[in-house]
């Protein structure tokens, strides 16, 4: 605290709207012998541009360094009058406003006399405040020009082009073999029923070719610390038995290798080699080996040849990146039915999902895009599709809707009609939620093609088990009765789960969950992109559950709220901030505990504050049991000086 | 041309270059503005009216979270304002735009406030002192303001407006004005910018009511819409927050909410669903029941869509803890009754296949939403194309959705399609994405060519 | 014939939303005593216990407000202050402090309303509780 202040304070009139109720001239005169008071006056219109020159003015001629401004709500116009001190030289954190407009003035029309009584105690208080007010460090800190995406799908995928567009350096790991996500497993998209691989398999290959972009494949997030614009991460490459620099894709060594296993992303209908990978437009298209099903017969090794692209003994990579920014993007899982024993998924061959059917549909699929069922082969000549499985629905504690499968339902019930034109296509849901563009107009034309709507809920499936047909209990809640109905394939519509990693990444990352196990957003309306923690932000399905066009556009914006962050090079802290006296702290860890912004670390068994993920709420002074945390401009003095003199005269 | 003055030009052309302009001053052009000028470019706001905010400015709350709206958007209405890189332009209308080498000249009228916005402080003596009331737009014509006024007391910019139409040129505001801000004789004025991109985010136009007549809309009293239900229950609004009926001022305590009103509706001319209805709708009977706990709420609908986050739990609550009865049926006529004002609504309940004569002293309209008044104005200035559905479109709305058929130009918003807040702003920061690779595309082009 | 007692309230604001609540009532013109003197800080999570001690020590009344459960700026904040003034009400009742002096509201920025009518009501209620007797002066 500098030991002579020098104060200037100004009242303003504010034409009649302070002037008319409260006796400005009187409360200037009140504290123009104050200790520390140079100069006390009163104006029309501080704010205007001649009462912002006469205070400049007066800083020159006075050498005041103290500013009180007596006049609307601070508000309204504390950036203004800080910058006027600013433009003086002077720290702007060394403003004080008193409001005697909103919360006087205006509030107190019909008792003059004693709202200028209270503006007077209010000025008195701002005064003794600003004696003790303290120059703020204006801190930038430098941001590192570069990203990290967790998530490889289409969101991930699409924030990381734009950001290397701007010139970023970019990191995509993923933790699958390829880039890709869900997308690559559709067969058609809606409402345009573009060829999904067609228009997402370009982006792809841009992505692996653009000298911005990192692809960190088959590989897992181990830590992550720091702050925005410095963040450090430490990444797992796990082994893939294949020297990624060295492998070429011919995928020779698929070819001779006799093991087939199970391919997931088959959804387990096809099966691939013991060195694949998982799908032919996979990128990068790097082989690995599945050491749990390898014979190591090395007949791989034998086709590679020359390259020597095979390494049986590689091990796990850690590398550990630099980053300013990161971006989640770990999409979702669909939901496994097995739970929803009614429905018979897992016991009745021929009940699948709708990821299921876009691997069958699919001409690249495990069956070239025959639609057949699983049981004998035959194709189906009665399908139907139930829907919200694994979504609204309170016994399993997914409340949500899923967002995507009503559409989804209508676009595959259209392919159905499109290949099999004879075919009996039902969808059993309770209502369409067909909300987007162009989305109204496909469920009527699929209606055209035929598929038949029914409103309800199915209750239970049953099988017959010669035929293994399905019998569909619905309550048909346009009929007012229940009815059955028999197919012979079955299409369960499940919803979006949380991937499982979800909840050990939001500990890593410190990103709070929301009640549906999504992560969640700084703020649903505002901010649906960032998250608290500054410098990391949401996008696409990891945040809830959406479709494409949705992903993209969350993902661009994430993307734009990366750029806006990095793109100066630096950013500003807080200056309002914690700061933790390391003689009174005792290291009981509990400001640490309760900071919303993990900007508290024990360093040395004491406290001490990262200034630049500290909010400046203040909330860790008032619960450290020492009293060795100061919050700067909102200081204990500070208050207490206010308190003391709030109806002292 | 000596090098100087080559280079000078040179510096100026790419100053040009790296600024955008953004055509709508709603939550959606608010985002987009914010997100360029934080990046570093100058961004031009242009507004048709005296203040930014847009629709979402009128809402009370907002669904699911029921977020008060002003005190979320104001905030980042005083960014706008504050932001270096941001110049405001409202009032002001986008004349022409022509294309110069790769940049767009862009020429806006600024509009007459009789106002001089450097000497105005937003007092608000004028207002007081003006004798002539007329119905305030922004509470939808239920409340009223001056003849000089600004349209909400937290009005971006604090600039008062004189509506010269009901002005009589007492001269009492130019009295009364201590800062003599007051310029009766102020000219419309014309402005030229440079501009290496655009994003258009004009917003939406609600339904017009009066069109599906056999609801009533405008001829009775107690039919009103979904908007005018936001400005009731308002704390700021005309009536101080209560929600009373418009004909006696009563409290209503049987409430209808009508859904799908012009939308997904053949004779209204909008097959389309306009996608927030369902969840506004379940929010105003949220707040009816919170205003009037012992009010027996109806909404009648087709489906509700209740997709997104948070959605579905918030269609729970109001079944749940808040006792709104929601029957699925068509609403055939709204009828009224003279001597109570009350209303009696016609509607076939799809489920039970009963046709349903039920008494309510307030109807709320949920109606859609349509393309912009003046979408037909900015497709001929600008030249971009509109969806089948009247909305401005991508060429390929499902991958490139922000994106339209001339390159530089970029849409945003419900000007696009209707869409909720959340949703807007997710696409207005993705246009700003795009808007900001269009320019450092330029820029790097403009480099190669030298080379 | 005695002057009519009129009590001392003093009120601790966050800036995000009682601040701007009352700052709305003032926009809104909504009259209410002019018997409190309103202490900005930036969240009601740095309401420390001794504030609303020393703050007994010269007014009778204090009043604690902040954002709504879930609507804090800085995400947890209010909650904390919930749990202080608990604290602080339990220590009053334990020196014979009528716990009625300190009061707890959480008041949005849009609740200009209820500003007004939370500060009308605690001074009626300090009128009937009258002075504090650990008031000096």
């Known amino acids: ?10 009242v303003c009139h504010c034409g009649k709207n302070i002037a008319g109720v409260v006796n400005v001239e009187d409360v200037a005169e009140h504290v123009r012998n104050m200790a520390g008071v140079i100069v006390a006056k009163d104006y029309r219109y501080v704010c205007s541009d001649p009462g912002q020159d006469m205070i400049k003015k007066d800083i020159r001629d006075y050498q005041l360094d103290r500013i009180v401004v007596v006049a609307c709500s601070p508000r309204l116009h504390e950036p203004t009058f800080r910058r006027v001190l600013e433009e003086s030289g002077l720290n702007p954190y060394l403003l004080e406003m008193v409001n005697i407009r909103e919360q006087c003035s205006w509030v107190h029309m019909d008792e003059p006399d004693k709202a200028t ?36 799908g289409v969101s991930g995928i699409s924030a990381a082009l734009d950001l290397a567009e701007m010139g970023f350096k970019v990191y995509l790991v993923e933790k699958n073999e390829s880039i890709g996500g869900h997308m690559a497993q559709l067969d058609k998209t809606f409402p345009s029923m573009d060829c999904s691989i067609c228009i997402l398999g370009p982006k792809m290959v841009e992505v692996a070719r653009h000298p911005k972009i990192k692809i960190i494949s088959h590989a897992d997030i181990v830590r992550v610390e720091g702050y925005v614009g410095n963040f450090k991460v430490k990444i797992r490459e796990n082994p893939r038995y294949v020297i990624s620099d060295r492998c070429t894709g011919c995928g020779e060594c698929q070819e001779v290798c006799p093991i087939e296993y199970p391919n997931e992303w088959d959804i387990n209908l096809g099966v691939r080699k013991a060195i694949s990978v998982p799908f032919p437009q996979a990128v990068p298209s790097v082989y690995r080996i599945n050491i749990d099903y390898c014979l190591q017969c090395y007949k791989c090794v034998e086709a590679c040849g020359a390259r020597e692209a095979i390494d049986f003994g590689q091990k796990p990579k850690e590398t550990e990146l630099n980053v300013g920014a990161i971006i989640v993007a770990i999409g979702f899982e669909p939901y496994e039915p097995y739970q929803l024993k009614e429905y018979g998924y897992g016991t009745y061959q021929n009940v699948i999902t709708n990821i299921e059917f876009e691997r069958l549909i699919n001409a690249a699929g495990p069956t070239e895009g025959k639609l057949i069922r699983v049981s004998d082969m035959k194709v189906p000549h009665r399908i139907g599709f139930i829907q919200c499985v694994g979504s609204r629905d309170e016994r399993i504690g997914h409340i949500y809707c899923s967002r995507f499968c009503c559409m989804s339902a209508i676009k595959q019930a259209r392919q159905i009609k ?5 075919a009996e296509v039902y969808i059993f849901h309770t209502e369409p939620r067909t909300f987007g563009k162009g989305f109204e107009a496909f469920f009527r034309k699929t209606r055209e093609y035929g598929v038949s709507v029914v409103r309800g809920r199915a209750s239970k499936v049953l099988e017959d088990p010669e035929t293994g047909n399905l019998t569909v209990f619905v309550e048909d809640l346009s009929l007012g009765k229940p009815v059955e109905v028999e197919v012979d394939l079955l299409i369960l519509s499940v919803g979006m789960s949380p991937p499982k990693d979800l909840e050990s990444l939001s500990r890593t990352l410190r990103i709070p969950r929301d009640p549906d196990g999504f992560l969640l957003e700084a703020h649903p309306k505002l901010r649906p992109v960032d998250t608290h923690t500054a410098g990391i932000f ?15 556009s969350q993902a661009k914006a994430a993307a734009a709220s990366v750029a806006a962050l990095l793109s100066r090079g630096k950013i500003r802290v807080e200056s309002m901030i914690a700061h933790v006296n390391q003689d009174l702290c005792i290291g009981c860890g509990l400001c640490q505990e309760i900071c919303p912004y993990q900007a508290m670390t024990i360093q040395n068994k004491k406290s001490k504050t990262i200034p630049a993920l500290c909010g400046g709420c203040g909330t860790c002074a008032s619960t450290c049991p020492e009293h060795a945390i100061t919050m700067k401009h909102y200081t204990n003095k500070q208050i207490l000086a206010e308190v003391v003199t709030a109806f002292q005269r | 041309m000596s090098s100087i003055e080559e280079e000078q030009e040179e510096q100026e052309k790419q100053e040009k270059q790296q600024s955008v302009l953004v055509l709508g001053g709603g939550v959606c052009g608010i985002q987009v503005a914010l997100d360029l000028a934080d990046m570093g470019f100058k961004v031009y706001l242009v507004e048709k009216k005296p203040s930014i905010g847009g629709h979402m400015a009128q809402l009370d709350k907002t669904f699911p979270t029921l977020d008060c709206s002003a005190c979320i958007l104001t905030p980042k209405m005083v960014d706008v304002a504050r932001h270096p890189n941001i110049e405001l332009l409202t ?7 022509s294309r110069a080498s790769k940049s767009f000249e862009v020429t806006i009228l600024k509009k007459s406030r009789y106002v001089n916005e450097d000497k105005c402080t937003g007092c608000g003596i004028c207002a007081q002192y003006c004798p002539i009331e007329v119905p305030n737009e922004f509470d939808q014509g239920i409340g009223i303001r001056k003849a000089i006024y600004v349209p909400f007391p937290q009005a971006i910019p604090l600039i008062y407006t004189i509506d010269k139409e009901n002005c009589i040129k007492c001269g009492l505001c130019e009295r009364m004005c201590e800062a003599e801000a007051i310029d009766h004789n102020q000219q419309p004025m014309k402005i030229t910018v440079t501009v290496g991109s655009i994003v258009v985010a004009v917003g939406f136009q609600l339904f017009d009511a009066k069109n599906k007549q056999e609801y009533g809309y405008g001829r009775y009293d107690n039919v009103i819409t979904g908007l005018d239900f936001e400005r009731l229950v308002n704390a700021a609004g005309p009536t101080g927050g209560h929600l009373a009926r418009l004909s006696d001022a009563k409290i209503p305590k049987k409430i209808a909410f009508i859904q799908c009103v012009g939308s997904r509706d053949e ?14 709708a379940i929010k105003q009977a949220i707040l009816a029941k919170e205003h009037i706990p012992d009010a027996d709420i109806h909404v009648f609908y087709m489906d509700i869509r209740a997709y997104g986050k948070g959605f579905e739990e918030f269609y729970t609550r109001a079944k749940e803890e808040f006792n709104v009865k929601f029957v699925r049926g068509a609403v055939s006529e709204i009828v009224e009754i003279p001597e109570t004002k009350n209303l009696i609504v016609r509607v076939e309940d799809t489920e039970t296949g009963e046709l349903l004569e039920k008494e309510f002293d307030m109807v709320v309209l949920s109606v859609g939403l349509t393309p912009p008044s003046d979408s037909e104005a900015i497709e001929n200035i600008l030249g971009i194309s509109k ?29 696009e399609g209707p ?33 | 014939m005695a002057e009519e007692f009129e009590p001392k309230l003093i009120a601790f604001t966050c800036n995000w939303c009682s601040y701007a609540g009352a700052d709305l009532a003032g926009v809104s013109r909504m009259q209410y005593p002019p018997n409190v003197r309103v202490i900005r800080l930036m969240c009601s999570g740095r309401v420390d216990p001794i504030f609303i001690l020393e703050a007994l020590k010269r007014a009778d009344g204090v009043l604690v407000t902040g954002c709504h459960i879930g609507d804090c700026h800085y995400v947890s904040g209010n909650l904390h202050a919930e749990v202080r003034v608990k604290l602080v009400k339990k220590a009053l009742e334990m020196v014979g402090l009528e716990p009625e002096r300190l009061k707890l509201e959480w008041i949005s920025a849009s609740e200009g309303e209820k500003f007004a009518r939370v500060i009308k009501e605690m001074v009626d209620q300090l009128k009937k509780l009258g002075k504090n007797p650990l008031r000096d002066g």
């Open chain 2, 91 to 97: 009032y002001s209308e986008v004349l022409a735009v």
């Open chain 1, 117 to 152: 009584e209270k503006a007077k105690d209010l000025v008195r208080m701002a005064i003794l405040r600003s004696q003790l007010l303290e120059p703020l460090e204006i801190k930038e800190v430098k941001v590192l020009k570069s990203v990290l995406i967790v998530g490889g």
């Open chain 1, 1 to 10: 605290m500098i030991d002579k202040p020098r104060i200037g304070v100004y």
């Open chain 2, 419 to 451: 869409k909720d807040i959340p949703d807007s702003v997710a696409q207005a920061s993705a246009a700003a994405m795009k808007a900001s690779v269009a320019l450092v595309q330029l820029t790097q082009e403009e480099k190669h060519v030298e080379k």
């Open chain 1, 538 to 552: 949401l996008a696409g399905a990891c945040q809830s559950p959406k479709d494409i066009t949705d992903s993209i």
């Open chain 2, 387 to 415: 969806g089948e559905d009247g909305f401005f479109s991508s060429p390929d709305p499902q991958i490139f959705t922000v994106d339209t058929n001339i390159g530089g130009i970029f849409i945003a918003g419900t000007a």
């Open chain 1, 418 to 422: 499109e290949k099999l034109p004879e």
């Open chain 2, 267 to 280: 004779k209204s001319g909008n097959l389309n669903c306009s996608r927030v209805c369902c969840m506004y």
